[in-house]
């Protein structure tokens, strides 16, 4: 059974960068799709970017540009790399398994705080 565990969020100004992990414990990321969601205060879960097994890289238009994901050489860390933040990105962001994720990827886990002031 696969835990996910998102770190790396953080306070950073508009313009700066961050960057989140999500880790697999207890397995791996190998052959596997994998998303980031990100919800803020008031609002829904929303998708921000999805990693496919086959590589393949989706990200949503307010993004587009400024993040990007990947999957380290080990097949156990998912990063979101956050450049050129704004405001907006002010969420906490969620990873999952699937696409579409096969659960709430915004409900169960701990996710990461971004504040980006």
């Known amino acids: 059974h696969v835990q996910l565990v998102e770190s790396g969020g953080g306070s950073a100004l508009a313009g700066g960068s961050l960057r989140l992990s999500c880790t697999a414990s207890g397995g791996s990321f190998d052959d596997t799709d994998m998303g980031w969601y990100r919800q803020a205060p008031g609002d829904e879960c929303n998708k921000v970017s999805t990693l496919d ?65």
């Open 53 to 117: 097994r086959d590589g393949v890289t989706h990200y949503v238009d307010s993004v587009k540009g400024r993040f990007t994901i990947s999957l380290d050489n080990t097949k156990t860390t998912v990063s979101l790399q956050m450049n050129s933040l704004k405001s907006e990105d002010t969420a906490v962001y969620y990873c999952a398994i699937g696409i579409p994720p096969y659960s709430d990827p915004c409900y169960g886990g701990q996710g990461t705080q971004v504040t980006v002031s």
